[in-house]
């Protein structure tokens, strides 16, 4: 297993994360047994970064998560995340520190290693949305800090999710350690220039901005939330329902536009196109950590395989943005 710098934290994290949300389900929805085994499946392979937040399973991913910490005794990095609802929006600092606490009792520990914001930013406060406004941050900073004084948290972050312009303002506020970047096939506009027409949000380089900065990089959906499997199927344990971020409309529509990588399964550079996907995240050295979320023990040990592959080569990025340049012109 690859080990990077979580950027100003100093944190040496697992290139490949264990992804504890809805989207795989393993941590929300399977039997107690079960979750054990990925877990000390994830830590016999080096994984030491299980990405989790209060929203998965209404309480029930840190639950299970912090459960199976302690009974395996397993030394790993823990990040978790807080929403704002709302109502929340006026009395932001009470409602982060409560939240910290909460996360603490669910996931049994002392200190968490890392608390983000798991709201999407924007220029303005849409609370319907339940987008935090750029000037809401610095009440946010404010309530992260105590907690770092009070040691409850050692590192906080932000949501790279919401308008690209406000993100990249969230990004200059004092004491950011990290932010969340959705990065993909599909929308690898986080790192590469996008032409001109380019359907689906502009990130304009986000992760370099980050990088710049010296903010730790955590990329997700790298898997367009299983849109990157080529098939429409969904496993039992997996969320029934994905809504797509920074990508087409409809999932089935993303599932659609996986075909397009077919060609470099077809041309042997991958065994299928998860492993493209996965490869192609991993290519970044950029990216400190991408969680994944597993339905299975067997998509667990598919991912570990994929990453001791290594990075795509050149020859194969340089194939991918032949493609992208095919892809892109049509309407997605």
């Not at 600092?93 to 939240?99: D, F, Q, S």
């Not at 312009?165 to 790192?191: F, H, K």
């Not at 900065?213 to 344990?237: C, D, E, K, N, W």
Request: glycine content about 10%; charged content about 20%.
């Amino acid at each position: 297993m690859e080990y990077r710098t979580l950027g100003k934290t100093g944190l040496r994290v697992s290139a490949l994360g264990f992804g504890c949300g809805g989207v795989g389900g393993i941590m929300v929805a399977d039997q107690h047994r079960s979750i054990v085994r990925a877990v000390e499946r994830a830590v016999g392979a080096g994984i030491n970064y299980f990405d989790t937040a209060q929203i998965y399973g209404d309480g029930k991913s840190e639950e299970n998560l912090g459960r199976v910490l302690q009974e395996t005794k397993s030394a790993v990095y823990v990040g978790t995340k807080v929403q704002l609802t709302a109502v929340d929006m006026d009395r932001i600092e009470a409602r982060i520190i409560r939240a910290a606490e909460t996360s603490l009792r669910r996931l049994r520990r002392e200190q968490l290693d890392l608390f983000q914001l798991h709201n999407p930013i924007g220029l303005g406060r849409c609370p319907e949305k339940r987008w935090i406004g750029v000037g809401d941050l610095p009440r946010v900073a404010e309530a992260f800090q105590n907690l770092q004084t009070s040691g409850k948290i050692r590192y906080w972050g932000i949501n790279g999710i919401g308008e690209t312009e406000a993100i990249i303002q969230g990004l200059a506020n004092d004491g950011v350690g990290t932010v969340q970047v959705c990065y993909n096939l599909l929308n690898p506009s986080a790192w590469y220039a996008m032409p001109m027409g380019f359907p689906f949000q502009d990130y304009g380089g986000l992760i370099k901005t980050a990088v710049d900065m010296q903010v730790g990089v955590i990329a997700f959906r790298i898997l367009a939330g299983g849109a990157l499997s080529g098939r429409r199927y969904r496993h039992p344990t997996a969320a029934k329902f994905v809504e797509p971020i920074a990508t087409s409309k409809e999932y089935a529509l993303d599932v659609a536009l996986s075909k397009h990588f077919q060609v470099l399964v077809d041309e042997n550079w991958c065994a299928n196109i998860i492993e493209t996907a996965i490869r192609f995240a991993l290519s970044r050295s950029e990216i400190s950590t991408m969680p994944v979320g597993f339905s299975s023990l067997d998509q667990l040990e598919q991912a570990i395989g994929c990453v001791e592959k290594g990075p795509l080569p050149d020859a194969a990025l340089e194939r991918l943005m032949e493609i992208w340049k095919k892809s892109w012109p049509v309407r997605m």
